[in-house]
């Protein structure tokens, strides 16, 4: 089945509680840094709504993503970069162009995730870094993305890599105990209940509207920022603590 790409993309507009809007704010903060001064290739865009931050610290930035309504989205807010419609697993990029590859939020909707990872190593110079952040499948009331094909684990994730070219870590960061549902018991509850009984929303959107009927204080993603020194809110994982936080990061340079 086809999966509609706008009912899974952020958006500007969309309305964030705390907790989603800090993860926000901490992966494009992680990537505006690490291509400070470099050239970047941002793949599965999205609409872009945070390129022009990153375009701030980098060299130049190439954005792709497949879906064309988005590509016209990341265009408006990046008209000095270059964007182009592309499939993740098919990078019309020569050998050696970039310095950091970033894939935020998108690696679990790629057919073939390991592929994507020796795509980047193709497409990276010697040095050159690979960033990604996805959910953590080992957390508690993990739940699925609609149109989603595999979420990697962190070893799982090290190893593609590493076989790949790349000497690299994961990371955690949003410890369990710390998001807005540990303070609120009850919304947990709730929360874990509609996942037993599939009635979590399909659609971002949908989601959103949720999210607007329980929480309080939404704030626009537009409204993100960058944090000075992201890797200070990262965790390097072990095997024992790779089931305590919500969210992964890799991060690997290309041997």
Same mark, same amino acid.
């Given at each position: 089945?086809?999966t @509609?790409?706008?009912?899974i993309t952020e ?6 509680d ?6 926000a ?9 690490l291509?400070?001064g470099?050239?970047?290739?941002d793949?599965? !865009? %999205?609409?872009?709504?945070a ?10 930035v190439?954005? !792709?993503d497949r879906?064309p ?8 807010? *990046?008209?000095? %970069?270059?964007? !182009?419609?592309?499939?993740a697993?098919h ?7 970039f /310095?950091v590859?970033?894939c935020?939020e998108?690696?679990?909707? *790629?057919?073939?995730?390991? %592929? ?6 193709r497409?990276?110079r010697?040095g ?12 508690p009331a993990?739940?699925?993305s ?8 962190a070893a799982?994730?090290?190893?593609a890599?590493?076989?790949a070219?790349? @000497?690299?870590? !994961?990371?955690?960061?949003f ?12 919304? /947990?509850?709730?929360r874990?209940a ?8 399909q659609?971002l959107?949908?989601?959103?509207l ?11 993603l537009?409204q ?11 965790v390097?994982l ?8 919500a969210?992964?990061y890799?991060?690997g340079?290309?041997r």
């Open positions: 089945m086809t @509609d790409l706008r009912a958006t500007g507009g969309m309305r964030a705390a907790d989603q809007l800090a993860m704010r901490l992966r494009h903060s992680l990537v505006a840094g291509a400070r470099r050239d970047l290739l793949v599965a !865009c %999205g609409s872009g709504y390129l022009p931050l990153i375009a701030r610290e980098a060299r130049s190439t954005a !792709c879906d309504t988005n590509i016209g989205e990341a265009r408006a807010v *990046l008209p000095s %970069g270059s964007c !182009c419609l592309s499939d697993g990078l019309p990029f020569r050998d050696a162009s /310095d590859v970033a935020l998108a690696i679990y909707y *790629l057919p073939d995730w390991p %592929g994507f990872v020796r795509g980047a190593g497409v990276l010697p050159g870094t690979l960033v990604t952040s996805w959910p953590n499948p080992a957390r993990f739940h699925r609609p149109g989603s094909t595999a979420y990697p684990g799982e994730m090290v190893e890599a590493d076989g070219g790349f @000497d690299g870590v !994961c990371y955690g960061a410890p369990i105990d710390t998001l807005a549902t540990a303070h609120r018991p009850g919304l /947990d509850a709730l874990r509609a996942v037993r009984l599939h009635l979590i929303p659609s959107g949908g989601r959103a949720l999210k607007r009927l329980l929480y309080r204080n939404l704030t626009p537009s993100v920022d960058l944090l000075p020194d992201p890797f200070e809110h990262l390097k072990t095997q024992d603590t790779s089931g305590d936080f969210m992964l890799y991060v340079d290309k």
